[in-house]
């Protein structure tokens, strides 16, 4: 003589190897639980990979589009404001003039006004 | 092997603490009534391995919720029965298949608690089981299994404690009288 309860587990008794393997998969699993792991600073900035690379191609768009394309700030004086080379050179010899009065220097005038660079024979340049 | 009404002592505070050895002790308690329960109601092994499985997997993550130590069989079970009320749902044919069963069922004399089956009635046994309506059999498994009491198996089953009564007292008495007319 069985009770009913005995009956039902005697019945299903062979079912008892596939629960041992769920049971000891669940336990496994629980026993595998991996600790916390520490994170250092390569793996943070591994994880902040794709972050650093979009700033980073940011920073080269917003450098590409700010390079000055313009020509340089004495090509942009008007050539009409430049002075005939004559008037430079009349300055410049008032210049020594008042520099040599002051050190009381003699005064040696300079009568002859070069000549532009492009009328000077070669064989007048000295190497 | 012990029934829930047998003192015996459980480690569930130790598997609260997250112990495995705790948990494979509970689980090997447990494992073979807890399948018997879901093999008899939902009728498929493998959906009733995954049941199993899966009642363990949830009892593992919701252990914090269970107030009383004592009570974690019946927990346990009524997670198991949501489960299965679950596949019952997704399956969509629970009803009508309850129903078709319950119209067939036969309801009998009442006898008396202790039951006793002779060797060549555990067959007869097993398919009047198999012919009892599914919240008939769901707590006449309860009750033989694992000797819950009623109110329990109404915890477990999220049913009126009347309507366990009306249920355990029919499927008992259907039991008996299919057993005595078999071997007067």
């Known amino acids: 003589m069985k009770t009913p309860r005995q009956i039902l587990l005697q019945q299903h008794q062979p079912a008892t190897q596939k629960l041992d393997a769920i049971r000891a998969g669940l336990v496994a699993a629980m026993a595998a639980k991996p600790a916390p792991e520490t994170l250092s600073w390569r793996d943070i900035a591994r994880s902040l ?22 020509p340089g700030a004495v090509a942009m004086i008007p050539r ?7 008037q430079i050179w009349a300055s410049l010899r008032e210049s020594r003039r008042l520099l040599q009065e002051y050190s009381d220097a003699p ?3 300079m009568t002859v006004v070069p000549g532009r660079r492009s009328e000077i024979e070669p064989e007048q340049v000295e190497v | 092997m012990l029934g829930v009404a047998e003192p015996e002592q459980l ?15 509970l689980f090997r308690r447990y494992q073979l009534p807890l399948y018997v329960y879901v093999f008899e109601l939902v009728r498929d092994q ?3 391995l995954d049941i199993v499985q899966e009642t363990f997997i949830a009892a593992v993550r919701h252990i914090g919720g269970l107030r009383e130590d004592a009570k974690f069989g019946g927990w346990l079970f009524g997670i198991a029965h949501q489960k299965c009320g679950q596949l019952w749902r997704q399956e969509n044919r629970a009803a009508a298949l309850r129903e078709a069963i319950a119209e067939s069922s036969p309801v009998l004399e009442d ?3 202790e039951l006793l089956i002779r060797r060549e009635q555990e067959e007869q046994f097993m398919r009047l089981l198999n012919a009892l309506p599914a919240p008939q059999r769901s707590v006449l ?11 329990q198996i109404a915890e477990i089953t999220a049913t009126p404690l009347g309507t366990v009564k ?3 007292h029919y499927a008992k008495r259907a039991l008996r009288k299919t057993l005595e007319d078999q071997c007067p």
């Open chain 2, 11 to 25: 480690p569930v505070r130790q598997a609260k603490a997250g112990e495995p050895e705790a948990w494979s002790a």
């Open chain 2, 166 to 168: 009306s249920r355990l």
């Open chain 1, 49 to 70: 990979r794709w972050h650093l690379a979009a700033l980073s191609a940011a920073w080269v768009v917003v450098m590409i589009l700010n390079i000055d394309h313009s």
């Open chain 2, 46 to 48: 493998q959906a009733s």
């Open chain 2, 141 to 151: 498994l309860l009750h033989f299994l694992e000797d819950f009491s009623l109110d």
């Open chain 2, 111 to 113: 006898g008396p608690d």
């Open chain 1, 80 to 86: 009409g404001k430049i002075p005939p080379p004559q």
């Open chain 1, 107 to 109: 005064v040696v005038e």
